[in-house]
């Protein structure tokens, strides 16, 4: 793959080395993710080899999405922001209210505009507030069912068959479920950055979080308790609560059955598992036919206000989300790329996403793709931690759905007024 990319770059489709005129340095805040570390890292090292006048020093890596939106604002307190952060897409809001995130419009307009550069319009939306593009997707997930074929298979089901509703697939889960070798049948990652499989399941359920006013919520209507609902499911099936440090190694190990979990991982379980069971991948079920799903990942995000540093920061924008920078990403994990150059030219992820079968759930799952939602106001970090408390009580069985969504609903309308 690195030398199919230097000969593309060698062939121009990334453009000449920039002037090393007058040497820039930016500093980039990532958020901590296994997945995607050694693709910045990579990213980084192509990017200074093209632009020898501009090196790129990443900040200590915040510990997720959440964390990274709080050390910017914090850092706009006191007048020390990075020049470019990767952000959670649910929480570029926060930035865009504040006025810290820069418009980057114009600087595709002197590109030849976003067409040329590869962005398709549906993607940029993500980015999009205000009529004004603040953040180009680098990094997009989908929620889907990791499964192993073998222990599917060993239950009596056909994965052609594989059942699309949760009273079935937690039922399957229970039939492969075999305490005495350590393999639990079924496992739902359900704390996967903050609340984004609470949106998961209700948007499913073709639900909202907030009427189109923001003036009212409606998560705690059918949609949602039908969510919750999902969730206490689990919990009487007696679903194990692990963090994504365990669960996601147990599948790998061939440890769990089926797992609902994001794509992100969908690469490095790939490899590992390697030819260890038949690996596969289902899409995530739709409880109502005009069912969608939030997509989730991260932007690339410009804060500097330093005019020259902004086109160096450009630059590096530019790179990391262009057709190289894409490819770099999108292989090392398992996260969808934002740019169409890089999907369409067979050198890059044209022939990758056709010798790999398993990408492909997600890709198809790309039409139904809507925003992962943000809520108004200053606590819109406070509620993400909110909605997480309440799942988590509901999913270890300490409370019922119907005991829940009242307080939740509650806890959430004090920190919107």
Do not use: C
Not at 132 to 158: E, H, R, W
Request: hydrophobic share 45%; proline share 6%.
């Amino acid at each position: 793959m690195r030398t199919r990319l230097a000969a593309i770059a060698i062939g121009g489709l990334i453009g000449m080395p920039a002037s090393a005129a007058q040497a820039t340095s930016l500093q980039v805040l990532t958020a901590f993710d296994r997945t995607s570390a050694q693709a910045h890292q990579e990213i980084k090292q192509r990017f200074e080899k093209e632009n020898p006048g501009i090196t790129v020093e990443f900040l200590t890596a915040a510990q997720n999405y959440e964390d990274a939106s709080q050390k910017v604002l914090r850092g706009a307190m006191i007048g020390d922001l990075p020049d470019v952060s990767f952000q959670g897409l649910n929480l570029l809001r926060s930035l865009v209210d504040r006025d810290l995130a820069i418009a980057l419009d114009p600087f595709m307009a002197k590109e030849g505009g976003p067409d040329k550069l590869g962005y398709d319009a549906g993607i940029l939306r993500a980015g999009a507030l205000n009529g004004k593009t603040f953040g180009i997707p680098f990094a997009i997930s989908t929620p889907l069912l990791y499964v192993n074929a073998d222990l599917v298979k060993a239950a009596g089901v056909d994965i052609a068959h594989f059942p699309t509703r949760w009273d079935d697939i937690v039922a399957l889960g229970r039939k492969i479920d075999d305490p005495a070798k350590n393999v639990t049948g079924f496992y739902f990652q359900w704390d996967v950055t903050g609340n984004w499989m609470f949106q998961t399941l209700l948007f499913a359920n073709g639900g909202r979080m907030m009427s189109p006013d923001e003036k009212t919520i409606m998560f705690d209507q059918a949609e949602g308790m039908a969510a919750l609902a999902t969730f206490e499911l689990f919990a009487r099936a007696k679903m194990p609560n692990l963090p994504a440090s365990q669960a996601r190694p147990a599948f790998i190990a061939g440890k769990i059955g089926i797992v609902a979990d994001s794509s992100s991982n969908l690469g490095n379980a790939a490899r590992q598992i390697g030819n260890a069971f038949d690996f596969k991948t289902v899409r995530f079920p739709l409880g109502a036919p005009e069912g969608l799903l939030p997509a989730g990942g991260n932007l690339a995000v410009m804060l500097t206000k330093d005019p020259e540093k902004q086109l160096a920061a450009w630059k590096y924008v530019k790179f990391a989300t262009g057709p190289v920078g894409q490819t770099i990403m999108a292989t090392h994990t398992g996260y969808l790329p934002g740019n169409g150059i890089a999907v369409k030219t067979p050198e890059l992820l044209g022939d990758y996403y056709r010798a790999n079968p398993n990408f492909q759930a997600s890709i198809v799952q790309l039409p139904i793709l809507t925003g992962w939602y943000a809520f108004p106001g200053s606590n819109s970090v406070k509620i993400i931690d909110v909605i997480k408390r309440h799942t988590e009580a509901v999913v270890t069985g300490k409370k019922t759905a119907a005991d829940t969504m009242p307080a939740m609903a509650a806890d959430v309308r004090k920190l919107l007024e």
